[in-house]
C-alpha cells in the first residue's frame, strides 16, 4: 500500500500554493488542477465544477434520452433512475459542494422523464411516497443532497476516530469547537465566514432542519 511515487503528484495548498516546490521530495509538483479517486481538485471552483458536476449532468442526461422512447412502463422509469441515471450524480455529490440550481435542475429533469416531458399527472410530492402511501417511491435529488450533507454531521462528531481531515474544519470555524459547530445556533453572517463551500453547505442544511430544544435537559 506504498505511494509509487513516478505516478505520484503533488499540490501544494493554502498558504503554501504560492511556492515553488519543484524537485523537492522526489515528486512531480503542479500548480494546476490533479485528478484522484475520478474527482477533479483544483482551488478555483468553477473549473472544479466545469471538470467535475457538468460531465456528469451531461452523462445523466444521455441516459434518460436513451430510455426515453423505450416506451418504459412508470416502475420500469424508477428502475431506471435508480440504477443507472442517479447514480452518476451522487458520488461526486457526496465530496464537492453543489449548487442549488444544479440540485433543482435534476429534480426537474427527473420529473420530466418520469413524465415523458408531459404535464405530470401526479403532484411530485405524491409521487415521491412510498407505494402504501400511493406514490412510486421515486427519489428527489434535493433530499439525496440533504441526507448526505446531514450524515457529515455524524462523521464531524465521532470521537471514536481520529479523522486527521476534522483539524481542516476545525481550523476554518475556530475558536468553535466542532461540538459547539454543530449544536449552536449561528447567524448566517457567520456561516458565510465557513471558508470550506462544502462544509458551508453542510452547517446551512443542519441548521435548518435540526429540531429546536423542547426540554430542560436537552440545552443543558
Not at 43 to 67: A, C, G, H, Q, T
Not at 161 to 175: A, E, F, G, N, Q
Not at 183 to 189: F, K, N
Amino acid at each position: 500500500m506504498r505511494l509509487n511515487i513516478d505516478k505520484t503528484i503533488a499540490k501544494p495548498i493554502g498558504s503554501f500554493a504560492h511556492l515553488d516546490f519543484t524537485g523537492r521530495f522526489n515528486l512531480n509538483w503542479t500548480n494546476g488542477p490533479i485528478k484522484a479517486l475520478g474527482i477533479t481538485i483544483c482551488s478555483d471552483y468553477e473549473v472544479m465544477y466545469e471538470e467535475n458536476i457538468l460531465p456528469r449532468l451531461k452523462s445523466f442526461d444521455n441516459i434518460l434520452m436513451m430510455w426515453h422512447s423505450r416506451g418504459l412502463s412508470l416502475k420500469g422509469k424508477v428502475t431506471i433512475l435508480k440504477s443507472l441515471g442517479l447514480p452518476k450524480l451522487i458520488y461526486p455529490m457526496s465530496v464537492l459542494p453543489i449548487p442549488s440550481l444544479v440540485v433543482e435542475i435534476v429534480d426537474n429533469m427527473i420529473i420530466d422523464f418520469m413524465w415523458s416531458q408531459r404535464t405530470p399527472k401526479v403532484k411530485k410530492d405524491v409521487i415521491i411516497q412510498s407505494i402504501e402511501s400511493g406514490g412510486l417511491k421515486v427519489h428527489r435529488f434535493s433530499a439525496i443532497v440533504e441526507t448526505n450533507r446531514i450524515a457529515w454531521i455524524n462523521r464531524i462528531l465521532d470521537d471514536t476516530k481520529d479523522s486527521k481531515w476534522k483539524c481542516i474544519l476545525k481550523s476554518t470555524i475556530s475558536p468553535l469547537s466542532l461540538r459547539h459547530f454543530t449544536e449552536c445556533h449561528l447567524h448566517p453572517s457567520i456561516i458565510d465566514k465557513i471558508k470550506i463551500p462544502f462544509y458551508r453547505q453542510v452547517y446551512e442544511l443542519w441548521n435548518r432542519f435540526r429540531q429546536e430544544p423542547v426540554q430542560l435537559k436537552e440545552i443543558m
